[in-house]
């Protein structure tokens, strides 16, 4: 029960195609967050859950992004009708929730290309 | 908009000496601030946070911290070769989500 992990690690798709991304987070990790990181670009925040509560979607870039955390747990990052410039590199993230500057622990990423 | 900036170098220090990494940021009500390390090809990896103002060290490292003038830095000293990497600031603002705003990462070259 190491770190952050995420899969496929590598997900080549097509233009107009759906994927999903996984996310599984530290064990104990009630915060869980999608960034993604383009070729030469910093880290964008994405969305971000907490506990049961409603997620925060306000990094979200289009409504073709969603993403769903099932039983405070995995959560799955759905990306409809990719385009090429949805071409990046996906990180999530988890960390504790409680006070202090709750540091976040990153996943190994999913580097995704759409042709 | 709550912007994060830092010189994307690159820059280059020889091994042995101390390098210094400036980060500056827009919001005054930002709260914490990371520093992450990111390898070519890997997910970035927490090296320290700070959230008081001055100076807080572990071991090689040192951040600095100046809410006055939005400013925190990150100083490593005794450089080796496999401190070369590119380093995020990261800060995480007052309310709002627990997502943190980014800059865009100093590329550090240490040469041997």
């Known amino acids: 029960g190491a770190g952050v992990s995420q899969s496929p690690s590598n997900k080549v798709t097509e233009k107009g195609k759906d994927v999903e991304l996984r996310c599984d987070p530290i064990s104990g990790h009630t915060a869980l967050y999608w960034y993604r990181q383009s070729l030469g670009q910093g880290l964008e925040f994405l969305i971000y859950f907490q506990g049961n509560s409603a997620p925060d979607k306000s990094g979200l870039p289009s409504d073709r992004f969603s993403a769903e955390r099932t039983g405070g747990s995995v959560s799955t990052l759905t990306i409809q009708r990719t385009q090429q410039e949805d071409s990046a590199v996906y990180l999530c993230a988890s960390s504790t929730s409680g006070t202090g500057p709750r540091t976040q622990y990153f996943g190994p990423g999913t580097r995704l290309t759409v042709l | 908009q709550k912007e994060v900036e830092q010189n994307s170098g690159p820059l280059s220090v020889p091994e042995g000496a101390i390098a210094s990494l400036n980060c500056t940021y827009s919001d005054r009500g930002s709260q914490s601030f990371f520093w992450y390390r990111q390898y070519s090809g890997k997910s970035p990896e927490l090296i320290m946070f700070?959230?008081?103002?001055g100076d807080k060290e572990d071991g090689r490292f040192t951040a600095q911290l100046n809410k006055a003038s939005q400013y925190v830095s990150l100083l490593i000293r005794d450089s080796q070769p496999s401190d070369s990497a590119t380093y995020l600031c990261a800060v995480k603002h007052r309310g709002g989500a627990d997502g943190l705003t980014f800059g865009k990462g100093t590329h550090l070259i240490i040469q041997p």
């Open positions: 700070i959230y008081s103002n």
